[in-house]
């Protein structure tokens, strides 16, 4: 692809973030969103062989809680179709969790150790084996690793002057991130998404901000925010070469 971005992460930690891409139209940000949702691949569980379940729970209900456990992906290391082992013994009282799961790869375990599975009462047990396949979140919902991923507009607001003595002074909602006239980049949570909070008793003028979109993205912990946008790009831009390869035959 032939465009270029300017992107400025606004916040961030391993699993969430926000940043703001400029110079991008909104169809691509529209792909780039879809890219992170579907064409990302995850490792999640996909087959389960029971050995012990004198759970209260049956097989089938047991397997879609496993299902949702999220797994750490290092992608560099896979390819979409391979599986990785895990098994779980837990004997009650306690309460199965995913830390529970032992994996066969140590890349691969459960992102998070406190993920409640079942609870066991005394004599219980519960005792599997588990198949957890790479695969897109096209193929399943489970699969996807951007768990919350969307996007707005950047918008700016200017100081046009100030209102009238008897105006009522409503609030002006907005949510995610403004620019100043300054270019001074302000998370609108810090006014509690209220603009008369920041700009008391002032007339203002709010715009959209031309090919400018603040995405907001949060992950299940397979990988970090950086990867996900990352390998989202990186699929966007291998579909565009395979179209101009076809096209040019």
Same mark, same amino acid.
């Given at each position: 692809m032939s465009e270029e971005f300017d992107v400025e992460f606004i916040e961030r930690d391993d699993r969430s973030?926000?940043? #703001?891409v400029r110079g991008a139209s909104p169809a691509f940000a529209n792909g780039l969103r879809r890219a992170m949702i579907a064409d990302v691949p995850t490792f999640s569980i996909d087959t389960v062989r029971f050995v012990e379940n004198s759970s209260v729970m049956f097989d089938e209900m047991i397997g879609l809680r496993l299902g949702l456990v999220p797994l750490t992906t290092p992608l560099d290391e896979f390819e979409v179709g391979d599986e990785v082992t895990l098994a779980l013994d837990v004997e009650g009282p306690a309460t199965a969790y995913s830390g529970d799961l032992v994996s066969s790869e140590p890349m691969?375990? @459960?992102? $998070?150790?406190n993920v409640p599975i079942i609870e066991l009462k005394e004599g219980h047990r519960l005792e599997l084996e588990a198949d957890a396949v790479l695969d897109t979140g096209k193929e399943h919902s489970k699969h996807q690793g951007g768990v919350s991923v969307g996007y707005r507009h950047l918008q700016r607001v200017e100081v046009v002057g100030d209102v009238g003595e008897f105006h009522d002074d409503e609030p002006q909602i907005l949510r995610g991130v403004i620019e100043t @006239?300054? &270019?001074? #980049?302000?998370? =609108? $949570?810090?006014?509690?998404?209220?603009l =008369?909070?920041?700009? @008391?008793?002032k007339e203002l003028e709010v715009t959209d901000v031309s090919g400018a979109f603040v995405f907001h993205v949060e992950t299940d912990g397979s990988f970090t925010v950086e990867e996900l946008v990352r390998r989202a790009? =990186? =699929?966007? &831009?291998?579909?565009?070469?395979? #179209?101009?390869e076809k096209v040019a035959v």
């Amino acid at each position: 692809m032939s465009e270029e971005f300017d992107v400025e992460f606004i916040e961030r930690d391993d699993r969430s973030a926000r940043f #703001l891409v400029r110079g991008a139209s909104p169809a691509f940000a529209n792909g780039l969103r879809r890219a992170m949702i579907a064409d990302v691949p995850t490792f999640s569980i996909d087959t389960v062989r029971f050995v012990e379940n004198s759970s209260v729970m049956f097989d089938e209900m047991i397997g879609l809680r496993l299902g949702l456990v999220p797994l750490t992906t290092p992608l560099d290391e896979f390819e979409v179709g391979d599986e990785v082992t895990l098994a779980l013994d837990v004997e009650g009282p306690a309460t199965a969790y995913s830390g529970d799961l032992v994996s066969s790869e140590p890349m691969v375990e @459960p992102a $998070d150790e406190n993920v409640p599975i079942i609870e066991l009462k005394e004599g219980h047990r519960l005792e599997l084996e588990a198949d957890a396949v790479l695969d897109t979140g096209k193929e399943h919902s489970k699969h996807q690793g951007g768990v919350s991923v969307g996007y707005r507009h950047l918008q700016r607001v200017e100081v046009v002057g100030d209102v009238g003595e008897f105006h009522d002074d409503e609030p002006q909602i907005l949510r995610g991130v403004i620019e100043t @006239p300054d &270019g001074e #980049l302000v998370l =609108t $949570d810090e006014f509690d998404h209220d603009l =008369t909070n920041r700009y @008391p008793g002032k007339e203002l003028e709010v715009t959209d901000v031309s090919g400018a979109f603040v995405f907001h993205v949060e992950t299940d912990g397979s990988f970090t925010v950086e990867e996900l946008v990352r390998r989202a790009a =990186t =699929t966007i &831009g291998d579909r565009a070469d395979e #179209l101009r390869e076809k096209v040019a035959v």
